[in-house]
DNA sequence: AAGTTCATCAACCGCCGGATG
DNA sequence: CCATCCGGCGGTTGATGAACT
């Protein structure tokens, strides 16, 4: 369901902390802050998000300010459905990164790591569910624990592969990561091409690998997305 | 028509890691 | 080293409209 424009101009302030009090504008951002915000960041380009707020006269956190800029205001952020595609991909992706949002997200031009992780949780999460598949490790006939709400990868030691390869490895919070990963990664031979419409169309493993606690690849959705 | 539940998604928070002094 | 700052990330919240009763 498509939210008219200005939707959410009415979102009031729930318990703040976080961002200094004299950014005391919250909740959803309007029209004029939105203005002001482009208008900056054409003259001045990205970054300096701490003071940004201040030199384009905003009363926001700079945190908020890159966040609006980089899910909604950007010029190549692309909005609207997501193609049967890009669905496939955000499943193989999440399958071989886990939550790794951002890193999915770059692997999907003009799509954010909000908006991705949105619409994995509301759509592509039942859609796996309904097909017997859990979203957690990509296994199938492994019922989903919990609701919609609970049911996110923070406990790593469900993800089969990580307990089974080795716990100590990913429980001891001492290892460096190299040793975590090879430690529970399965040489998964990640010349991943999933047809991902990158630069390269390549998922380089070396990326994938070099991000710290890397989740591994369950296997179930590759096989039937692949 | 009114009330309730469900689904969506913008925006928030806390945490973490890298850079810097 | 240690402290601080900043940017970035992932998880969560809650307002809103749609769908349902």
Redesign the pocket.
């Known amino acids: 369901?498509?939210?008219?424009a200005g939707?959410?101009?009415?979102?009031?302030?729930?318990?703040?902390?976080?961002?200094e009090k004299k950014f005391t504008?919250?909740?959803?951002?309007s029209k004029q802050e939105d203005q002001k915000l482009i208008d900056y960041i054409q003259k001045h380009g990205?970054?300096?998000?701490?003071?940004?707020p201040q030199s384009a006269g905003l009363l926001?956190?700079?945190?908020?300010c890159?966040?609006?800029w980089?899910?909604?205001l950007k010029p190549d952020v692309k909005?609207g459905n997501f193609g049967e595609d890009e669905e496939d991909l955000i499943i193989k992706l999440h399958a071989l990164?886990?939550?790794?949002?951002?890193?999915?997200?770059?692997r999907l031009p003009g799509r954010t790591?909000?908006?991705v992780?949105?619409?994995w949780?509301?759509?592509l999460k039942?859609k796996l569910m309904r097909m017997g598949i859990d979203p957690n490790n990509h296994r199938l006939g492994e019922r989903a624990s919990g609701t919609?709400?609970?049911f996110?990868?923070?406990d790593q030691t469900s993800n089969p592969l990580i307990s089974a390869a080795d716990n100590n490895a990913v429980l001891d919070s001492t290892c460096g990561s190299a040793s975590k990963t090879t430690s529970s990664l399965p040489d998964l031979n990640l010349n991943l091409n999933v047809g991902a419409p990158s630069v390269d169309g390549q998922m380089q493993l070396s990326e994938a690998n070099s991000h710290?606690e890397l989740e591994p690849a369950p296997f179930t959705t590759l096989l039937l997305f692949g």
């Open positions: 369901m498509k939210k008219p939707y959410g101009e009415k979102r009031s302030t729930k318990k703040r902390v976080g961002c504008n919250k909740g959803a951002w990205e970054g300096c998000w701490s003071s940004l926001r956190c700079g945190k908020s890159r966040l609006r980089v899910n909604y909005r990164l886990g939550n790794r949002w951002s890193l999915i997200a770059g790591d909000n908006e992780k949105n619409y949780n509301s759509h039942k919609s709400k609970s996110e990868s923070k710290k």
